[in-house]
Structure formats: C-alpha cells, structure tokens
C-alpha cells in the first residue's frame, strides 16, 4: 500500500459535538433506540422535576402520554430560571434544553437521578422531533419550542400565571425511535418504587393514548420503606411477626442517612431490595453492612437468651434471608459505584454505618418483642440446622 493510503492524522478524526453527537449515537446517551430508551427520555426530564419537590420547592409531579405520541412532565416549582445563564448569553431555560449537564440540581442526597446516567434533558430534545417548554414564575407565563434540539421559537411571554412551575413536553423523533412505544406498566413502576423510597414524594401518571379513556395511576406513601414491604408482602405468606420492622438513621461519617425496614414471613423466599440515592443496586456495603447487622443482633439476643448453645456458631449474614422481606435505602452525599453502571455500592464507610445502625435498632425491637423474636431466631436456627 502506497504512504498516501495509509496515512492517519488529525484531519482524518470526525468530531461531533452537541445534537449531533446525540443523534449520530443515541444508545451512548440513554441506553438504547428501543422502549427502554424512550423509558428513559421520560426519566430524563422527570429527574429535575423530581428534585423540585424533594427540595421542598415543589408538591408534585404529572406525567402524562398524550393522544399524540407526546409526553408531558408537569411540576408546580419554582419555574426555570428564564432570565440569562451566566456567560452563554441564552436563558436558564434554553441551557438547560441545548446544554449537557448545565449545572448542579439540589446536590447530593437530595438529588434523583432516574435515567441512564443523568445526562439532562438536553438530549431529550436532541432526540425529539419537536419539544415545547412553559415556565410559570413571577406571575407571567414564558413559551418557547424547539425541534431536534434546537431552539426554533425565541422565548416568549404568552400572558399572566397565578402559579409557578414548569411544563416540558416532548415528542419522540419517529426517524430515531421507529415504531417503539412507552410502557406504562414499567414508568408506573419506577415511579412507584421512587415515591416508596422518598416520603412524601408525589407523582401521578396518566395513559391518554387508548381510543376510548385513559388510564391514572397516584403514588404517593407516606411510611416509605415499611409501605415498601407492605406492597412486596402483599398477599404472601403468613408472617412471623404482623408488625414491620423500620428505622431511619443519619450518619455523619458516611455523609448520608439509611433507611431500613423488614419482616420474616413463613416462606422460603428472600425478597432483599436495596437502593443508593433512590437507584436499586444489585449489592454492595450497604446490603453487606444490612446482613452483617442483622446476624450480630440475631446472635447477641439468642447468646443473651440462652435460646442458642455454647457450641452453636454465630448466625452468619447469609443465613438470615429465608422467608425474609426488606428494603434497604441509603441516601449519600457523595456515592461512590463500582463500575460505570452504578449497580455495585462501594462506599466502605456504609458498611460500617448500616451494620451498626441495623444491629442496634434490631436488638432493641428483640428486646421490646420476646414472644417475636423468640420466633424469628428459633426460625433462623432451624434454616441453619437444616
């Protein structure tokens, strides 16, 4: 081959920036050009309304299909800022839909993050054929439309508002997505689970797609993770104690707080969730430190009540699961993953915390409920005998 042919230098490298890199590689950004992408533009554009409301800015948020392939994602916040962001010369309001990651949400703890790796609703609109924002703030409403992620209307004052808030709605680009559809069963699911881990937390989503009436569904749990377990339980088995267990607790030195809550139910089952900043994991500290916990509280109380012999090993974390139901949920300032996926929780100061927090709140519900807890651990002992 001739030098010419085989010649490689900067010339020869494409950059692509902005929509284009979006739309030239969407599965890089939320996943994939099938459902479970379009699942994830909705959780794009929940996340900031989310955290409105878990910044105590905000009482809900509404979710809506439309008739017409759209989605709506309503909240009564504060209304994005919509006068200039710093340098850009543009408003809050087109940063935050033309811009990566345009600057921080409420931070930490507080923060949600729904969809594949909180890339913004910016990519939304990349990957939208058209997309309409309303700001409701300071008693006027402001308009503006975009298409492909790019803004084709300037923003606009469209009258008087007597409330705040922001709307965005967002049509799909067909030529990206093809013939793919939103489920409903799985956003009411992911919204569910994220009303169950932030108390108070209310969403409401409704299907008006169907041909003769729509479909609604509110969540809304004011117990968090003891309703968790309630709904995870519901319809089982018999349980060995009526009453969940539940605690939560703060802890400095993991910069967070967990939240626990769990029952034993006469089955071989184990049903053990567990989530980080209200994502679920598939393991990590804090599912360690929860078993590691719950074993030590399990041991001392038996040792204590002679209801153990001397010769009996210590029940060990992994024995503890059978007929076990429980949700554990960490909220951290600074999570640390193992992996670019987030599943994994890494933090080693977690384990420690949730461990600790676990083994006390368990050992004094034992120690308030003899008849219970006698029945937990001579279940527990006959698993390990077995």
Request: proline residues 4%; contains cysteine.
């Amino acid at each position: 081959m001739s030098g010419e042919a085989n010649k490689y230098d900067a010339s020869q490298i494409q950059v692509l920036e902005g929509c284009e890199a979006v739309r030239k590689r969407p599965g890089m950004y939320i996943g994939s050009t099938g459902e479970r992408g379009l699942l994830h533009m909705v959780f794009e554009v929940a996340d900031r309304a989310v955290n409105e409301v878990l910044a105590g800015h905000a009482s809900c948020v509404d979710v809506t299909l439309t008739p017409d392939g759209g989605v709506r994602v309503a909240d009564d916040g504060r209304g994005v800022r919509i006068d200039e962001s710093g340098t850009s010369g543009i408003s809050g309001l087109e940063a935050l839909l033309t811009r990566f990651q345009t600057g921080p949400g409420t931070g930490g703890r507080h923060d949600v993050t729904l969809g594949f790796c909180g890339v913004g609703p910016f990519v939304v609109n990349a990957l939208s054929s058209r997309m309409t924002a309303e700001v409701r703030r300071g008693g006027a409403r402001w308009v503006q439309g975009y298409a492909r992620g790019v803004a084709v209307t300037p923003l606009t004052e469209a009258g008087t508002s007597t409330g705040s808030g922001t709307t965005i709605t967002f049509w799909p680009d067909a030529d990206i997505f093809g013939a793919a559809e939103l489920s409903f069963d799985d956003l009411a699911e992911r919204f569910r689970e994220l009303a169950l881990l932030n108390k108070g937390l209310e969403i409401s989503l409704t299907d008006q797609r169907g041909p003769d009436e729509s479909r609604a569904v509110r969540f809304r749990y004011p117990d968090g993770a003891r309703d968790f377990v309630t709904l995870l339980d519901e319809q089982e088995e018999t349980p060995v104690h009526p009453r969940i267990i539940g605690f939560e607790r703060e802890d400095p030195r993991m910069a967070g707080t967990v939240e626990v809550a769990l029952r034993w139910r006469d089955s071989q089952e184990e049903r053990l969730r567990s989530f980080a900043n209200s994502r679920p994991t598939i393991g990590g500290t804090h599912e360690r430190g929860f078993r590691d916990g719950v074993a030590a509280a399990l041991t001392a109380y038996a040792r204590e009540r002679r209801l153990m012999t001397a010769s009996d090993p210590d029940i060990e974390g992994d024995r503890i699961g059978e007929g076990l139901t429980a949700v554990v949920s960490v909220k951290l300032d600074d999570p640390e993953f193992e992996g670019s996926t987030r599943g994994v929780l890494g933090d080693a100061a977690v384990r420690v915390c949730v461990e600790e927090a676990v083994q006390h709140n368990l050992g004094r519900w034992f120690e308030e409920h003899p008849e219970r807890a006698a029945a937990v651990i001579g279940r527990i002992n006959g698993v390990r005998r077995d």
